[in-house]
């Protein structure tokens, strides 16, 4: 007997939540039928926007996403929707893939969040879907009939291949001699692609710790580990450059020819100058150096998370013509079609790692990439946060912090020192009387407080991250 589900009220009682990108949870609350409550809403919602008969899938690898993936694909079936199945790419090319084919798609990813979590990412033929999507998703009443088995997929490599030619197509196959560029593999969805887009360009590669078990990388919270790590490549390599991205490869992480990593904001800074970039859209959270780059005619502030930042182009493109945005994490966002080295390289307004570490390579040529970041003015960032930290906590915290910050500065150990701005775009930003700034936000997508920091010291934003992460526990 086949049992009949309506979306809304599967959704309603999964426990998944929205967050800055997709939809994430527990990979338990990931059932079969919850996969398919969020196809079949999904599909409803784009069937009023677009006309199409197929919708491209594809995972990261992290165990549980093929299973998810088979009842997507099943659901879409149900549907009467044609499934592509793309397999293990990265988010990024399926999405590109997609716009050219104008068919939206729908990404099995957890991105960097912890192993026992996943998540699912939706895209519009022209890209990633609103945050008024999202809420279309969740409220659609669809009827669809319960999974009771999961189908085979059969695997199309198009996506892979036109994401690799995109870049391939666009520079001198020279582009990178002399390189050597070692890649930290690790379980990231573009690791077989990387190396062979890399080597068309000419450099000579070195594989790094690639791994069969899945490894949440966190661009914005780099593990000591792996900056060890980095040093320790780069060195016995004779690197000039180390590239690597999060799980679902649209978050780069990118090291200079010391295997110091670099911020992602710093990344999308000197990614912007390359391109040319004329307006910029860019989370709360990114250095403030942007903001006050000469380059630039505009910079807009945004809350943190992609569909704001592209929500932000719309307005830009009404004045501008050479439009982007990226995030403090690195994930880089082209709002429109630009001209790159005498070629024309169209718009993929999601989040991309190829592309800012490839401009960053192209920008060092004549230099370094360490000197390009010590011309840049001396202001430091960094972030790290709390796991398994309750998201009730954080908004007291926060809401207490609002009302009075006198006692949070004083809970933080920070008395010495008075708030001279507050910015609520997106948790609680505060300047301080020495120049330096805190920022405290509850994740969107996993129980974890996330503290950010700029000071004119690197080594002081560090220490107020730290300060902070270890005072707020007992708050």
């Not at 360009?201 to 790094?208: R, T």
């Not at 911020?263 to 942007?290: F, H, Q, Y």
Request: charged share 20%; proline share 4%.
């Amino acid at each position: 007997m086949v049992t009949k589900l309506i979306s809304s009220e599967v959704l309603g009682a999964s426990g998944v939540q929205f967050g800055t990108s997709g939809a994430r949870g527990l990979v338990t609350q990931f059932t079969p039928d919850v996969c398919a409550a969020f196809t079949h809403a999904f599909v409803a919602s784009m069937r009023s926007n677009f006309s199409f008969t197929q919708m491209a899938v594809a995972i990261d690898n992290r165990p549980s996403s093929f299973a998810m993936a088979q009842a997507v694909i099943q659901a879409l079936t149900d549907a009467g929707v044609d499934a592509i199945y793309y397999g293990v790419v990265p988010t990024p090319a399926l999405a590109y893939t997609a716009m050219q084919d104008s068919i939206p798609c729908i990404m099995v990813t957890g991105s960097h969040i912890p192993f026992d979590r996943n998540g699912i990412k939706f895209y519009r033929p022209d890209g990633e879907i609103t945050k008024a999507d999202e809420q279309v998703i969740l409220t659609e009443e669809v009827h669809f009939s319960s999974i009771n088995e999961l189908p085979p997929l059969t695997l199309d490599s198009r996506a892979a291949e036109l994401y690799q030619t995109r870049y391939t197509d666009l520079f001198d196959a020279d582009l990178l001699a002399g390189k050597r560029v070692g890649i930290y593999e690790h379980s990231s969805a573009g690791r077989d692609i990387y190396q062979g887009l890399f080597e068309s360009l000419g450099a000579e590669v070195i594989s790094l710790e690639r791994t069969d078990e899945f490894v949440p990388i966190d661009t914005e919270a780099v593990a000591e580990s792996d900056k060890e790590k980095a040093r320790s490549w780069s060195k016995k390599y004779n690197l000039d450059f180390i590239f690597s991205t999060d799980g679902d490869g649209d978050r780069p992480l990118v090291a200079d020819e010391s295997g110091e990593w670099l911020r992602g904001d710093i990344l999308g800074l000197l990614c912007s100058k390359a391109l040319r970039i004329e307006a910029l859209a860019v989370p709360v959270s990114c250095n403030t150096i942007i903001a006050e780059s000469p380059e630039f005619e505009a910079v807009s502030k945004t809350r943190i998370g992609s569909p704001y930042v592209i929500a932000e182009f719309s307005k830009l493109a009404k004045t501008y013509k050479r439009i982007a945005g990226f995030e403090a994490n690195g994930g880089y966002l082209l709002g429109s079609d630009v001209s790159v080295n005498g070629k024309s390289l169209k718009a993929l307004p999601t989040r991309d790692a190829i592309l800012p570490a490839l401009m960053l390579l192209f920008l060092a040529k004549a230099s370094s990439i360490k000197s390009l970041v010590s011309q840049l003015p001396q202001r430091f960032t960094h972030s790290d946060r709390i796991q398994n930290f309750a998201t009730e906590k954080s908004l007291s915290i926060l809401e207490s912090g609002r009302q009075n910050t006198k006692p949070l500065l004083e809970s933080l150990g920070l008395s010495a020192l008075n708030v001279v701005s507050i910015d609520h775009t997106d948790g609680l930003r505060l300047g301080l009387s020495n120049g330096s700034i805190i920022h405290l936000r509850p994740s969107g997508n996993a129980p974890e407080l996330r503290c950010y920091a700029e000071a004119e010291r690197m080594e002081d934003a560090i220490s107020l991250v730290d300060k902070v992460l270890c005072r707020i526990r007992f708050i």
